[in-house]
């Protein structure tokens, strides 16, 4: 996994249903609800979203790799 820029990750999260809820200093939390409850990623607002804090992204929002990428 590569870094991403900031607009992408967001971009792709909106996508999966995704919808923005808020922001804390430099930081968006997504939120989306399904049947089975709510998903909340929180993403930095930073030119480059680092492969390790898009992995936990990815693991907040329940989204595998390769799911991902097909967005």
């Known amino acids: 996994m590569k870094p991403l820029p900031f607009r992408?990750?967001?971009?792709k999260l909106e996508?999966?249903?995704?919808?923005?809820?808020?922001?804390t200093?430099?930081?968006?939390k997504f939120v989306k609800t399904t049947d089975a409850g709510t998903r909340t990623a929180t993403v930095p607002k930073h030119h480059q979203v680092a492969?390790?804090?898009?992995?936990?992204?990815?693991?907040?929002?329940?989204?595998?790799?390769e799911d991902f990428?097909?967005?």
Do not use: M, N, Y
Request: proline share 3%.
């Open 8 to 11: 992408e990750v967001k971009r």
């Open 15 to 23: 996508a999966a249903g995704f919808t923005e809820a808020g922001q």
């Open 25 to 28: 200093g430099s930081h968006l």
């Open 51 to 65: 492969p390790g804090t898009l992995r936990s992204i990815l693991r907040q929002a329940g989204l595998s790799t």
């Open 69 to 71: 990428d097909a967005l």
